[in-house]
């Protein structure tokens, strides 16, 4: 087969936890109401993983549509990168993946950068197939925040869902996958946090070591949103240059579903008009990781998302990092 340089995103696949929590249960929990929570975020309701789930079982889930509409057998899967911040085991969750879809011939790593994972997934999977080391790709991004949540905080514990949604990447003639760009701040890292806190546990003479647990997810909501609205716009534009694009040739923008007014004024910056914005956060929250492929999934299934749109995705979150991929749908 002659190395194709080029690339197509040709089937996605989705997946979310059965139970779900609405804006009237969650003020059961804390102060808050669904007026609130509603026009504040847009959010609804968010899906919820029982204990006995598993993030591999959901992303499992999740691929096995996606190698369905892609009409791949797992076994033609060449690399999958799960995206994701709340892996079942810290070591990685890739691998039980390949193993519970079959997939024995791929290799199989876990990618964190949060709300950007999938983004940051999509391009490495890019490089991958361009330099044609790897033809079929599975790209997951799946994460069960519940878990990580701190459900007495109501700044943050209205935001969160849980989901996986994954796509098929694949090595072609014409090229699909049309720019990016990619940018990490670390000097803001504390807006949105995750994070281990070590206690001293003394060991022998002179040696301890740091034995603790991760703390639930804290974050300045307003520093994130401004960080969001501002950023966002940009490595969209960014790509766009790049592909040689206009915002006009855009149809549909799909961003990280965090905030329905983040998605409105980002829209608005870049004079991109109401219609051609995704959303879904009403029904799913904020399932990090998962969010993008599990919008662009459902807006594929119910025929919204057309082969040949054009598609301007950006995630952006802890890290802090941003970063936008624009993209034709299908082959
Ligand atoms: O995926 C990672 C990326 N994360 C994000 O993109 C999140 C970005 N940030 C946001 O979406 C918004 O900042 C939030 C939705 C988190 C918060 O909305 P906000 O409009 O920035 O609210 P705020 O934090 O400025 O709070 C306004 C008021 C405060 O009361 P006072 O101090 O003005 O009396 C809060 O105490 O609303 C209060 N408040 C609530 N009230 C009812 C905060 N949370 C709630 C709540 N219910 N759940």
Same mark, same amino acid.
């Given at each position: 087969?002659p190395?194709l340089?080029?690339?197509?995103?040709i089937?996605?696949?989705?997946?979310?936890?059965?139970?779900?929590?609405?804006?009237?249960?969650l003020?059961?929990l804390v102060?808050?109401?669904?007026?609130?929570?509603?026009?504040?975020?847009?959010?609804r309701?968010?899906?919820l993983?029982?204990?006995?789930e598993?993030l591999c079982?959901?992303?499992?889930?999740a691929?096995?549509?996606?190698?369905?509409?892609?009409a791949?057998?797992?076994?033609d899967?060449?690399?999958?990168i799960?995206?994701?911040?709340t892996?079942?085991?810290?070591?990685?969750?890739?691998?039980?993946?390949?193993?519970?879809?079959?997939?024995?011939?791929?290799?199989?790593?876990?990618?964190?950068?949060?709300?950007?994972?999938?983004?940051?997934?999509?391009?490495?999977?890019?490089?991958?197939i361009?330099?044609?080391?790897?033809?079929?790709?599975?790209?997951?991004?799946a994460?069960?925040?519940?878990?990580?949540? @701190?459900?007495?905080? /109501?700044?943050?514990? &209205?935001?969160? *869902? #849980?989901?996986a949604? +994954?796509?098929?990447?694949? %090595?072609?003639?014409?090229?699909?996958?049309?720019?990016?760009?990619?940018r990490?701040?670390?000097?803001?890292?504390?807006?949105?946090?995750?994070?281990?806190?070590?206690?001293?546990q003394?060991l022998?003479q002179?040696?301890?070591?740091g034995?603790g647990?991760?703390q639930?997810i804290?974050m300045?909501?307003?520093?994130?949103y401004?960080?969001?609205?501002k950023?966002?716009?940009?490595?969209?534009?960014?790509?766009?240059?790049?592909a040689?694009?206009?915002?006009?040739?855009?149809?549909?923008?799909?961003l990280h579903?965090a905030?329905q007014?983040i998605?409105?004024?980002?829209a608005?910056?870049?004079?991109?008009?109401e219609?051609?914005?995704?959303s879904?956060?009403?029904?799913?929250?904020?399932t990090?990781a998962a969010?993008?492929?599990?919008?662009l @999934?459902?807006?594929v /299934?119910?025929?919204? &998302?057309?082969? *040949? #749109?054009v598609?301007? +995705?950006?995630g952006f979150? %802890?890290?802090?990092?941003?970063g936008?991929?624009?993209f034709?749908?299908?082959?």
């Amino acid at each position: 087969m002659p190395q194709l340089s080029g690339l197509a995103i040709i089937g996605s696949g989705s997946a979310v936890p059965p139970a779900y929590l609405d804006n009237a249960g969650l003020s059961q929990l804390v102060d808050t109401s669904d007026e609130w929570i509603s026009t504040r975020t847009g959010i609804r309701q968010r899906h919820l993983a029982a204990p006995e789930e598993s993030l591999c079982s959901l992303a499992a889930e999740a691929a096995r549509r996606a190698l369905e509409m892609a009409a791949l057998n797992a076994i033609d899967l060449d690399l999958i990168i799960l995206a994701t911040s709340t892996a079942d085991d810290l070591f990685g969750s890739a691998s039980k993946i390949q193993a519970e879809i079959g997939a024995t011939k791929a290799v199989a790593f876990d990618l964190t950068a949060a709300c950007s994972g999938f983004v940051f997934g999509m391009v490495t999977a890019a490089q991958y197939i361009r330099t044609g080391a790897y033809q079929n790709v599975l790209l997951i991004g799946a994460d069960i925040l519940s878990r990580w949540t @701190d459900w007495s905080d /109501r700044r943050t514990c &209205i935001l969160f *869902g #849980d989901g996986a949604g +994954a796509i098929v990447m694949q %090595a072609a003639e014409s090229d699909q996958f049309l720019g990016f760009e990619l940018r990490s701040d670390g000097s803001q890292n504390d807006c949105l946090t995750l994070a281990f806190q070590p206690q001293p546990q003394p060991l022998t003479q002179g040696i301890s070591v740091g034995q603790g647990n991760f703390q639930p997810i804290q974050m300045n909501g307003q520093e994130v949103y401004r960080f969001a609205v501002k950023k966002v716009p940009e490595v969209i534009e960014k790509a766009l240059f790049r592909a040689s694009l206009t915002v006009e040739q855009v149809d549909w923008l799909l961003l990280h579903q965090a905030n329905q007014r983040i998605l409105d004024a980002v829209a608005e910056r870049l004079g991109i008009p109401e219609h051609k914005v995704v959303s879904n956060m009403g029904n799913y929250g904020n399932t990090d990781a998962a969010s993008i492929p599990l919008a662009l @999934d459902q807006y594929v /299934r119910s025929g919204q &998302i057309q082969p *040949g #749109d054009v598609i301007a +995705a950006a995630g952006f979150g %802890a890290g802090l990092s941003w970063g936008s991929a624009l993209f034709r749908w299908g082959r």
